[in-house]
């Protein structure tokens, strides 16, 4: 933490910069957020609650209130972007809290660097009300792209700030004179420094695709126990590793050990054509 920035402060700003590497890296618009500061006015109706347990302190520990209209948001730019074109409820949802979880990852792992011992995300759900204890508040300004600031909300237990406060003081790390701890590499965000290593603990959805088809729900239907189903590429055409949906990289289908795998004859560009590739210097291992 910085010189005088409380637990709150710093919890909350940390939280953020992981939410805006998680929006940009599931391929929606570039993310920026900025802490608002404590706060003691409620949120406003139709805020969407999620609540943390965390392995640090007993019982639940972090609260975060989106407003319906960000999450929405959030998760249909972000399926926009892939190409998912009018999605559903359900399928919006499912990916805002997909983000939602890689975010509290990102914390989890600037937790463990403060604390010098692991901390991970225990059990999480959605709340149908707003949180019934009184923990301290902040709020985090969301702009995606270059649309409006949006209020997000931070709700942190007592316990996780004073083990976080008393972390700091037993292992406070030196710092620079733009707050970064010396030693830790930094990179620019949100009109700041921070560090890396926050971000590089983030999960991503990572397949391997052989091809794809298309059937009619009367075709679907039909389908029965030993039907072929034959995909739009030949067989001895190279596959493709996705990472969170896009393809970054081909190479042939091999078995590993018993499990199929890929090897890596070509790195893609944002915007390649199936035909595409930038072929590595180095044989794949």
């Known amino acids: 933490m910085r010189v005088n920035q409380t637990p709150l402060e710093w919890i909350s700003e940390e939280w953020a910069k992981s939410l805006a590497f998680a929006i940009t890296a599931f391929g ?3 993310a920026v957020t900025e802490f608002n500061g404590e706060t003691t006015s409620p949120a406003p109706e139709g805020t969407v609650w999620w609540q943390q347990e965390v392995s640090l302190v007993a019982g639940p520990a972090i609260w975060i209130g989106f407003p319906e209209a960000i999450w929405k ?3 249909i730019r972000c399926l926009e972007s892939l190409g998912v074109t009018d999605p559903g409820e359900t399928e919006i949802r499912e990916t805002s809290r997909e983000i939602l979880a890689q975010s509290l990852g990102g914390l989890m792992s600037c937790l463990t660097e403060l604390c010098n011992t692991e901390v991970v995300c225990l059990e999480g759900h959605f709340l149908s009300e707003p949180p019934e204890i009184s923990p301290e508040a ?8 270059d649309g409006p600031p949006m209020e ?6 007592a316990g996780l700030l004073e083990a976080c406060q008393k972390a700091a003081d037993e292992n406070a790390h030196p710092l620079s004179s733009d707050g970064t701890p010396d030693g830790f590499p930094a990179t620019a965000g ?3 420094k ?9 999960n991503m959805p990572v397949s391997i695709s052989f091809g794809q088809v298309y059937l009619t729900l009367e075709e679907t239907l039909a389908l029965t126990r030993g039907c072929i189903i034959p995909l739009n590429r030949a067989a001895s055409a190279p596959g493709e590793l996705k990472v969170n949906r896009r393809t970054v990289a081909r190479g042939p289908i091999v078995e590993s050990d018993g499990y199929y795998g890929i090897t890596i004859d070509a790195l893609c560009v944002r915007g390649d054509t199936a035909a595409k590739g930038r072929p590595l210097s180095r044989p794949a291992v």
Do not use: D, H, M, W
């Open 194 to 202: 921070g560090r890396v290593s926050s971000v590089f603990y983030l």
């Open 73 to 75: 948001e959030t998760g």
């Open 138 to 145: 902040a709020s985090v300004a969301l702009r995606l792209g």
């Open 152 to 157: 997000i909300y931070v709700y942190v237990s």
């Open 190 to 192: 949100n009109g700041e």
């Open 28 to 30: 929606g618009p570039q």
